[in-house]
C-alpha cells in the first residue's frame, strides 16, 4: 500500500500528539498547535471562498509573522502551491515574479504595501488582495483585511482534494543573482524528505524552540518549519532582525535552534550583549552561505557557547544537501573537529553527491582536485516554472548542476571551494576567493570581505578584495596586501582593496558579486534590478566609496 508524502501531515501529527504544546511565539502571541491548526483550517476554507483550487498560487510578501507562517499549512492543505516573495525587492521585480507565477490570490503584510501598490494595476492574475497585520497598519481601500475574513470562517478541517505527493508544494524565485529570477518547484515530496533529513540530520525533538532567524520567503527558512512542526517543537517568531531582541529572545523563550548567515552571526558576535549573555541551557545554530574559516567556529562556539553546524543547500535542493556529520572514527582534537565543522560538510539521507570535472568524470577524493558539485535525489526541485530550457541547462540525466566548485576528501566530505563563475584564473591558476577572503576575514580591522577577479594585462586576471572594516577601525590597501602575503603565495594575494560601508548580499546572505565585477569589466554603474537598496556606490572608473 503506497501511502503519499503530504506536507500539511506534519500540522496534523503535531495536533494529535502536541494539542497543548506552545507552537507559535509570535510577540505578544502564544498559540498551542490546537489553537495553531484552528486558524490554519480557516485559511483554507478562506481561499476556498476566494474560489482558490488545487494547483493554483497564493503569493505571499512578508515577514516572519503569524499569517506568513499559517500561509505555509493552510494553502497547500487545500492543494494549492505557495509563492513566497523576497521582502527586499522592487516593485518591478514583484510585477514580473506575481505575474510569471500567475498567483490568484496575494497577501502582503501591512508595513510592505507600499511596494506593491505602484504596480497593483499591472498584476493581471490577481484577484485577491489580501492585508495581513502589521503594528503600523493603516486603512487601504481596495484590500481584504486578513483579520476580520479569517474571524467569519469555519475552524473545521477543510475538505482536501485527492492529491499525489508529486503535486507542487511551492515556487520559490531565485535570488536573481545573474538574470531573471527562476521559480524553483518543489513537490510535497521534495519538501517532506527535506523535513526528515532536518529532523534526522538536526537531531530535532519535541523539546526544540527555533527561533526563525532567517526569512522564511527564503528557502534556508521556508523548510524550518515543516522539520519543528513535524516533531512538535515550538516557532519563535522575528519579524525583523534585532541583535539585541535575539540575545534577549535565546534567555527568555531557551530557544534551542536557530538557522543562520554568517553574516548575521558576525553581526551578533560584535554586538556587546556577545560579552555579557551566558546561556545554561543547550543551543544548535546551522550556518549555511559561504563556507568559513575554523577560527569562525571556534569564536561562535566559545564566544556565543552555541554548537556550531555548517549546512549547504541552494533553492533547487529544497535547500539541504550536505551538513557537518562528525563520524566517531575521527582524531576528536579540538582543532580537527573545527577543521571538519568549517566544511560543507557529508551527504544528506536520502541524498546523492558527485564532484566531477569539465569532462563529467568524477575527481579524485584527495581534498584538492577541484570539481563542480552535482546533486540526485529527492530533494531536488522538479524544474523551474514555466523555464523548460533553463530546467536542461540545469537538470542533466537526472542530476542538478550546483554550479559550486568544490573538493572531496576520502572521508567523502566536501569543502565548498567557490562558485564555478567566482574561480579567478590568473595566469593559468586557479584561486579560489573564498580561501583569500578566510585569510582576509583574520586581520583585526575586518568585518567582512569579498574577493573578486578584476582585469590584469598581464596575467589575465588578479583577485581584487573588496572590504568592511569594523566601526572604529582603520586599515590601508598596503596593510592588508602585506598581511595576506604572509600567509598566501604571491600569485593569490591581491593587488589592490577598496572599502565600503557594506556589501550587496542575497537574501541568503551571500554576496552579490557580479554587482562588485561589473564596472571593473565594463566601466558601467550596476543599479541592482531586483534590490531596492544600494550597498556601496561604484564609480565608473571602477573605484568604490
Not at 285 to 293: D, E, F, H, K, N
Not at 441 to 470: F, N, S, T, Y
Amino acid at each position: 500500500m503506497k501511502h503519499h508524502l503530504f506536507v500539511p501531515d506534519f500540522l496534523k501529527r503535531a495536533v494529535k500528539y502536541y494539542p497543548h504544546q506552545t507552537a507559535v511565539v509570535d510577540g505578544d502571541v502564544r498559540l498551542t498547535y490546537r489553537q495553531f491548526s484552528e486558524r490554519v483550517n480557516r485559511l483554507s476554507h478562506m481561499l476556498m471562498e476566494m474560489g482558490v483550487k488545487k494547483g493554483e498560487r497564493v503569493a505571499y510578501l512578508a515577514p516572519n509573522t503569524l499569517p506568513m507562517l499559517e500561509g505555509m499549512f493552510g494553502v497547500t492543505q487545500i492543494g494549492a502551491v505557495t509563492v513566497p516573495l523576497n521582502t527586499r525587492l522592487i516593485p518591478s521585480a514583484y510585477a514580473y515574479i506575481i505575474n510569471h507565477s500567475g498567483s490568484k490570490v496575494l497577501m502582503v503584510d501591512a508595513e510592505l504595501v507600499p511596494l506593491i501598490e505602484p504596480i497593483k494595476q499591472e498584476l493581471i492574475h490577481v484577484e485577491h488582495f489580501v492585508l495581513l497585520p502589521s503594528p503600523d497598519e493603516k486603512e487601504r481601500k481596495g484590500w481584504i483585511h486578513y483579520e476580520e475574513r479569517l474571524a467569519r470562517c469555519s475552524e473545521a478541517p477543510p475538505s482536501v482534494p485527492e492529491m499525489d505527493e508529486m503535486d507542487l508544494a511551492t515556487i520559490l524565485y531565485t535570488s536573481g543573482t545573474t538574470g531573471l529570477p527562476k521559480g524553483a518547484m518543489h513537490s510535497h515530496r521534495s519538501m517532506y524528505f527535506n523535513a526528515i533529513n532536518g529532523c534526522i540530520h538536526v537531531r530535532v525533538t519535541d523539546g526544540d524552540v527555533l527561533l526563525h532567524t532567517l526569512p522564511l520567503f527564503h528557502v534556508n527558512g521556508w523548510g524550518t518549519p515543516f522539520v519543528l512542526t513535524a516533531t512538535g517543537g515550538t516557532h519563535v517568531l522575528l519579524r525583523k532582525i534585532d541583535p539585541a531582541l535575539i540575545f534577549d529572545l535565546v534567555n527568555r523563550e531557551r530557544i534551542t535552534l536557530a538557522c543562520m548567515v554568517p553574516t548575521m552571526i558576525n553581526i551578533l558576535l560584535h554586538h556587546p550583549k556577545a560579552k555579557t549573555t551566558r546561556i545554561v541551557h543547550k543551543m544548535k545554530v546551522v550556518v549555511a552561505g559561504s563556507a568559513p574559516p575554523p577560527s569562525y567556529v571556534r569564536r561562535v562556539e566559545d564566544v556565543l557557547g552555541w554548537e556550531f553546524i555548517q549546512g549547504y543547500g541552494a533553492t533547487e535542493t529544497a535547500p539541504l544537501v550536505l551538513i557537518t556529520q562528525l563520524k566517531s572514527s575521527i582524531d576528536d582534537s579540538a582543532d580537527n573537529v573545527r577543521r571538519l565543522k568549517a566544511k560543507a560538510g557529508m551527504c544528506m539521507m536520502n541524498m546523492e553527491v558527485r564532484v566531477v570535472d569539465d569532462s563529467g568524470c568524477d575527481v579524485r577524493s584527495d581534498g584538492k582536485q577541484i570539481g563542480e558539485l552535482i546533486v540526485k535525489g529527492n530533494n531536488v526541485m522538479e524544474g523551474y516554472w514555466r523555464e523548460p530550457k533553463e530546467t536542461a541547462r540545469a537538470i542533466k540525466d537526472g542530476w542538478y548542476y550546483t554550479g559550486d566548485m568544490v573538493t572531496i576528501d576520502e572521508e567523502g566530505f566536501i569543502d565548498i571551494v567557490d562558485r564555478k563563475k567566482d574561480i579567478i584564473i590568473s595566469g593559468g591558476e586557479n584561486i579560489s576567493s573564498i580561501e583569500v577572503e578566510g585569510v582576509i576575514a583574520r586581520h583585526p580591522a575586518v568585518l567582512d570581505a569579498a574577493v573578486i577577479a578584476v582585469p590584469h594585462e598581464k596575467w589575465g586576471e588578479v583577485p581584487h578584495a573588496v572590504c568592511m572594516l569594523k566601526d572604529g577601525e582603520a586599515a590601508t590597501e598596503k596593510e592588508l596586501i602585506a598581511f595576506c602575503r604572509k600567509s598566501l603565495p604571491a600569485f593569490k594575494t591581491p593587488k589592490s582593496c577598496s572599502f565600503v560601508k557594506s556589501l550587496p548580499r542575497t537574501a541568503s546572505g551571500k554576496v552579490r558579486k557580479v554587482d562588485l565585477r561589473k564596472p571593473f569589466w565594463s566601466g558601467q554603474k550596476e543599479n541592482g534590478f531586483f534590490w531596492k537598496d544600494e550597498n556601496g556606490i561604484i564609480e565608473e572608473s571602477g573605484k568604490i566609496r
